[in-house]
């Protein structure tokens, strides 16, 4: 939980992915029409992954990827971003953040 917690610290916009997860890619890549470029964490492909995947279901993500941070604050999986970008307060908390400037 540690390591995902300073990882989620270090960046206004931080996701965690595996490379084979098709939502994980399409959250990707609203964040980079969004004008964000989040720190991108696939865990497949980190040492500890799968350790780092139990403390993201540890957290309530289910599943464990993506799971996205703004501003150091988890905000969830797919279907809570997709909700923020719909009801337009995805932008703003990026803005606020400092992932993107307008």
């Not at 350790?51 to 941070?69: I, Q, T």
Request: glycine fraction near 8%.
């Amino acid at each position: 939980m540690d390591r995902i917690r300073e990882l989620a610290s270090k960046k206004a916009a931080v996701t965690f992915t595996k490379s084979s997860c098709c939502m994980c890619y399409s959250i990707k890549q609203l964040f980079y029409e969004l004008g964000a470029s989040p720190a991108v964490h696939e865990l497949d492909k980190e040492a500890r992954g799968r350790e780092m995947e139990l403390a993201l279901r540890g957290l309530g993500c289910n599943p464990s990827v993506p799971a996205v941070f703004i501003g150091g604050v988890f905000v969830g999986s797919t279907t809570d971003v997709i909700s923020l970008h719909v009801d337009g307060s995805l932008k703003q908390m990026l803005i606020d953040a400092k992932a993107i400037w307008f």
